[in-house]
């Protein structure tokens, strides 16, 4: 359990913000999998303050979702305060800054990672998004920009000083991406110096590691990204057989054609690629699944491998 101000999250396994994975069906997939906690994907505060409609689409969210954090990106203090406020009125449980995202197309505009090397703005944007809202604010940081800069401690500090009453943290730092081992002792540092929860993320691959991750850093939870792709059960640690697997597919499959339209199927793919990698004798049968646009022809696939596995 993790208790951030008033909001009780009832688990201590989160699924992480994926640019392109971590839309409205998949949080409830991983939700009904077993993740305490889910967020969106990183959200421009600028384009939620311009109202434009794509972006707010990525902040939609249904009740099976929750709780569910929004996750804003941008560099103006201002802006993101004023983002922050726009998006609390669509009632999500708590409001998170991006401070962590190393895409070159964030970084080079001022935000995400590279905010890291200007403390003075984090400090700003935290303080603007605190004093604009009631939720609780959360952050997810990195260990630093670059070796050289690795400034976690003076970050943590930062954040708490601004009202920040969660934070998430990589354990690499911004230069190194998702390359090397994830430093597990500098998240367990922050982890026993914050006077905040701390959720750990990095190199998670499976529910035994979450555990063990857990026990050893101190953390008050941790958080799971390209693992959970494909194998949302990583957040209970029950593997399902195949007939299971399939019937979670199926459920994947319709909740993106109903919030995308025929569309869905396509988006779908990204997942489906991941999912029947994990499904036995499942190979002969991938190329025509990710080349169908129809979905009842998706589905009857599906029932192929479900019949092949009886």
């Not at 103006?76 to 991006?98: K, R, S, Y």
């Not at 063990?212 to 799971?224: D, F, P, Q």
Request: hydrophobic share 40%; glycine share 10%.
């Amino acid at each position: 359990m993790i208790t951030v101000k008033n909001l009780t999250i009832q688990g201590t396994m989160v699924l992480a913000p994926l640019a392109g994975f971590t839309d409205s069906p998949y949080r409830r997939i991983a939700r009904d999998h077993g993740a305490a906690l889910v967020f969106t994907e990183l959200i421009s505060a600028e384009g939620v303050v311009r109202r434009n409609r794509k972006t707010l689409d990525l902040a939609r969210f249904t009740p099976g979702e929750r709780p569910l954090g929004i996750q804003l990106f941008g560099k103006d203090p201002d802006a993101m305060g004023e983002a922050a406020a726009i998006v609390e009125d669509m009632g999500p449980d708590l409001i998170d800054i991006n401070l962590g995202c190393c895409a070159q197309r964030i970084c080079s505009n001022g935000g995400g990672a590279s905010l890291l090397k200007d403390l003075d703005a984090v400090e700003k944007i935290a303080a603007s998004i605190v004093s604009r809202v009631r939720l609780p604010v959360s952050a997810k940081i990195r260990l630093g920009w670059d070796d050289a800069g690795k400034n976690y401690i003076e970050t943590l500090k930062c954040l708490e000083g601004a009202g920040v009453s969660l934070i998430s943290v990589h354990g690499r730092t911004r230069a190194q991406k998702y390359s090397s081992s994830a430093d597990w002792d500098a998240i367990a540092e922050i982890a026993g110096r914050a006077a905040v929860p701390v959720i750990g993320n990095g190199d998670i691959r499976s529910h035994n590691e979450a555990a063990k991750r857990l026990r050893n850093s101190g953390c008050a939870g941790v958080m799971i990204g390209r693992a959970a792709v494909g194998n949302p059960w990583i957040f209970s640690g029950k593997k399902p057989d195949t007939r299971e697997m399939v019937g979670l597919i199926k459920n994947h499959l319709t909740l993106m054609r109903d919030y995308y339209g025929d569309y869905g199927v396509v988006l779908m793919r990204k997942h489906l690629v991941k999912y029947i990698h994990c499904i036995r004798n499942a190979s002969a049968l991938r190329n025509r699944i990710m080349n169908t646009l129809d979905f009842d022809e998706v589905l009857s696939l599906l029932d192929t491998i479900e019949a092949d596995a009886a």
